[in-house]
């Protein structure tokens, strides 16, 4: 099947053909015979690489209206956007945050990136253009089974499916076990194929030979009998096997556990002499560099990266033009990578399979393996892909049959959650989507949990989570089923229901202090569970302590009444950064004094600056005068 015999304008046509798209690959040709051109709801379970990103845009180039391309990742919408701008005759916008506003303005282009969480806020906020969508593309649809991501994306699906009837919707994923699942559920044909352009083979490393599920096997040389007694052999395969794709002319990708390993395994890395990305340490040096910055900018002398969420973002975005455009020779990453921006390889080696999970070291699961896996082979670029797990005599059956041989894990919903459903439930009586108890349970029943559990009676659950509400104050009561104007501000805030009643109590305490102050302001919102938590290390305890105790007064929640003193104690550090932040300290020094990553500071204030909104709001609704909140938001 050939572009031309699809049913495009010429200057698409010529658009595609001009990128070398001239004829669909098999899955893409599949996707058009299920109908994705013809209004049909598609669930394409399709390898990376495959042409996932084309039928998305049949579908929306062909809908009878607007089109909505939703992603997990904000890095992703950015990718995604630049890629539908450059679509002639189309109108492409993104917006992934501003989360208390309806977005409106986006009703005026053909095709619209955003996050789940964007669009499930734009649906809370009374928007008038999810009505008019014809095509909703959904990527990475296996966040379905992810905890939070994963009910905002089915609930979202399900009130678009309600408010925009015939709503064709196309999903995607790479690493799916169970599609047939999410198709029946969406109402959509399936499209099942694990054609890919480019040979991947897929094989566990083990005293200097890799064998591959296609029955092929690789020597790599990595000098283990020379090894001083403080290498690490597994550190040391992986760097043979880098060097190795380095010197075929390839690239490579090297997953590890954490943020450390993947700056340790940087720096082993950059001893090879692979090359040199001086052009991208350039970029990252002149954006304002920290330390870890600096760092990273080393490594790059030596044509290595490391990318992590501790990573500014401009260096992040940095890392991932400079390994597409073939400067850089390897990226050290944690497995987010994988499930983020597209940056493949001709070669993906997994060191580290386990993580520690707070508790123990546990293994990862296979659906994310399988998408690092996926990153190896880039079409018209490398003749083959290979993905290599490193192991040893130990565990090299092991590995095999957990992860080479395995399918990736069912998805599964995450609805059930009580919090979640917290959430939820709020969201559809304060848009007015749902005014009884039956239309919640109606609502609820379109759901992939639903789907999922269809003998599950939910009418328990969900007068346990109204019940909740109640008593929060963020619905009336059990029988009228009407959001109060605390409960509507919070869900158009996308406050969730527990963040808006630790915000109102922290309020309504500051309206009884002597004195509060910016500090009173930014420890209110950073104990609230929308703030990601700051890691608190043993050695800086006892100084956070001591500053708790000095502080003591400026705070709402007292040292000796927090329901965890531990995690209080990291909001009480998330605030005292932030403070130092507004007091105009130098992010280089924030970052060296409280051993956190520049990205960490970043996400930080951003969501600080949102809370802080939410949290003005919210003093307008319950009365409460606190002019810190818009002072201390405008000076992040």
Partial sequence: MRVRDLPLSDELVAHYEAQGIDELYPPQAAAVEAGVCDGGGVVAAIPTASGK?????????????????VVPLRALAREKYEAFAELPGIEAGISTGDFDSPGEELADYDVVVATSEKVDSAIRNGASWVEQLASVVVDEVHLLGAEGRGPTLEVTLATLQRRAPGLQIVALSATVDN????????????????????????????????????????????????LPPSADADTEATAALVADAVAAGGQALAFVRSRREAESLARRLAQDGLGSASDVADEVLDAGATETGERLADALDSGVAF??????????????????????????ATPTLAAGVNVPARRVVIRDQKRYTGSE?????VLEVHQMCGRAGRPHLDPYGEAVLVGDENTRDELQTRYVDAEPEAVESKLADREALRTHVLSVVASEFADSRESILELLGATFYAHQTPDMDLS???????????????????????????GAQVSRQYLSPETGTRIVSGLRTAAEMETTTELTALEIVCDTPDMHGTYLGNRERAAMYQYATKHAAEFTTKMGETESFERWLEAVKTARILHDWVEDVPARDIVDAYRIGPGDLESRIERAEWLLGGADALSNVVGVSMPHLSSVRARL
């Fill in 361 to 365: 070291m546990a293994w990862l699961p």
């Fill in 307 to 332: 990318h992590h969420a501790g990573l500014r973002s401009d260096h992040r975005v940095a890392v991932e033009n400079g390994f597409r455009r073939r400067e850089i020779s390897v990226i050290c």
């Fill in 460 to 486: 328990g659950v969900v007068d346990a989570v109204i019940s909740d509400l109640v008593s929060m104050e963020m619905i009336a009561d059990e029988e009228t089923l009407s959001a109060t104007e605390l």
């Fill in 53 to 69: 990103t084309f039928i998305a845009e049949l579908a929306m180039l062909t809908a009878d209206g607007p089109g909505l391309y």
């Fill in 179 to 226: 599609p047939e699942d999410i198709a029946d559920w969406l109402g959509a044909e399936l499209v099942r194929n694990r054609w890919r352009p480019i040979d991947l083979r897929t094989g566990v490393y083990c005293e200097e030979e890799v064998r591959f599920d296609d029955g092929t096997d690789l020597t790599v040389d990595c000098d283990s009998g020379e």
